[in-house]
């Protein structure tokens, strides 16, 4: 079963450019979360989706935004980049289950560097 | 808020030594759940274990065992008979019931041969 997979893994960008991420969940995985992951804050959620809707959304700026699509896989989107954005961006999916957590399964990550 | 701590920055021990992981957590929920999770060198997440607040049994797997104290607040991860293998980070952490988990910061285990 093949696992999560994150595209691009290393992508190098400068301040003031946008950058988008893939994510493909588990097959059968209905639930995509992102999650930030810095030196100085350490792991920070960013959003959840589920069904194409944002069900749940971390402390992040408006420039940072996300989709679902249809077939389950999400794009996350960083506008305006700065410094403080270079981090791995890791994306986990889950079998939805209301009212349960489940398991969440990692993504190796897009590690984004900016300049 | 939830708020997860783990005191212990880095870990060094010997092959073959035993090691316990601390974890501490603040919650006002009455139910939540308690993460375990792995992030070798490559970077993705490994997930380990998951409890929820109304299950207090320890759990083993293998060499690996898990202490979750309700009364302390608490949910300790040893390894048993450490590997090499084992060296990675290791993430504490926490939910209330949706997919936004908050982390501790993390525990570097360095297993020397």
């Known amino acids: 079963k093949a696992g999560v997979t994150q595209t691009p893994r290393y992508l190098i960008k400068t301040r003031g450019q946008q950058v988008t991420l893939s994510c493909s969940p588990i097959s059968g995985h209905r639930s995509v979360s992102w999650y930030q992951q810095t030196p100085g804050q350490g792991l920070q959620f960013l959003f959840e989706y589920f069904s194409e809707t944002q069900r749940n959304k971390g402390n992040f700026p408006g420039r940072f935004s996300g989709r679902q699509f249809s077939n389950s896989r999400s794009e996350m989107n960083v506008s305006t980049l700065e410094l403080g954005d270079s981090a791995l961006y890791l994306c986990?999916?889950?079998?939805?289950?209301?009212?349960?957590?489940?398991?969440?399964?990692f993504g190796e990550g897009s590690r984004l560097t900016v300049l | 808020a939830q708020k997860v701590t783990q005191a212990q920055t880095e870990i060094s021990v010997v092959e073959k030594e035993d090691v316990t992981l601390d974890c501490v957590y603040e919650t006002r929920d009455t139910t939540y759940y308690l993460f375990w999770y792995k992030q070798p060198p490559s970077g993705e997440l490994v997930f380990l274990i998951r409890?929820?607040?109304?299950?207090?049994q320890n759990e083993i797997s293998g060499r690996y065992s898990w202490n979750f104290q309700k009364s302390t607040s608490s949910f300790n991860f040893t390894i048993t008979a450490s590997q090499v293998v084992d060296s990675a980070v290791y993430f504490c952490a926490h939910s209330t019931g949706r997919r936004a988990l908050t982390f501790g910061s993390g525990t570097r285990l360095q297993v020397q041969p």
């Open positions: 409890r929820n607040s109304f299950d207090e």
């Open positions: 986990a999916s889950s079998y939805y289950r209301d009212r349960d957590t489940g398991e969440l399964f």
